[in-house]
């Protein structure tokens, strides 16, 4: 059945802090990862992806590590900033067929300024 | 500007009701999905179509239609089977399925609330 009044993961930082927000995936046959930001009462915006032949990739202050033998996913964000408060969560999937995708219930990132 | 549109932004239902939420997108996507999001729990697939008239149910289908009519357009039926439909509904679409999340653009949600 259905679980609510689940509380989010939550990380509080300071403005000027860096961020490291974790995910577990499921599927080890998973090849594929997104983190997805999402603020509140929106949809989800695409930060950053990863794909299973990588360790890491960077983007402009965010990084994402991938470690397959313990099926974990990070984002770090560098330097965090108010407008970064939002959910954080990830995403995967196997390339190439009709996998449907399945994500993760994300993490409460609050920034104090 | 292409993407895709959710209406309404909030909507409320009585208990027995039926509601349709609307999804309508103009990027040219063949595939639609609509996910549910409750406090604390990831996105939960209900249905998804991968083109016009044809779709198949999610994780979660149970208590909601849909119809896939027209390319642009995937509306959710919530009907009165659906115990707990309070919850933010997001729409979603991409090129193909076999793109996979990377292609997917997300509407801004609907939010309903049982009255």
């Not at chain 2, 509904?89 to 309903?112: E, I, K």
Request: with cysteine; glycine share 10%.
């Amino acid at each position: 059945g259905e679980s609510v009044g689940l509380h989010l993961p939550t990380l509080s930082v300071q403005e000027g802090d860096n961020s490291i927000i974790n995910c577990a995936y499921s599927n080890s046959a998973s090849d594929y990862f997104i983190w997805y930001k999402q603020e509140s009462g929106k949809g989800p915006q695409f930060i950053i992806d990863i794909r299973s032949n990588m360790d890491k990739r960077q983007g402009q202050r965010v990084t994402v590590l991938l470690n397959k033998t313990v099926k974990h996913l990070s984002l770090q964000i560098a330097a965090t900033q108010p407008g970064d408060s939002a959910v954080y969560f990830c995403a995967e999937n196997i390339e190439g067929g009709s996998y449907i995708p399945t994500f993760g219930r994300g993490t409460s990132l609050i920034v104090h300024p | 500007d292409g993407g895709i549109t959710q209406s309404p932004k909030y909507l409320f239902r009585k208990e027995g009701q039926n509601v349709t939420l609307s999804c309508e997108q103009n990027l040219n996507h063949d595939a639609m999905y609509w996910y549910r999001q409750d406090p604390g729990q990831g996105l939960r697939l209900i249905y998804y179509s991968q083109i016009v008239n044809d779709f198949q149910k999610g994780d979660i289908a149970e208590g909601y239609s849909v119809s896939r009519e027209k390319k642009e357009s995937f509306p959710l039926t919530v009907t009165s089977a659906q115990k707990n439909p309070t919850a933010f509904y997001l729409c979603a679409s991409s090129s193909s399925v076999a793109t996979g999340p990377y292609g997917y653009t997300f509407g801004s949600g609907t939010r309903l609330t049982v009255v």
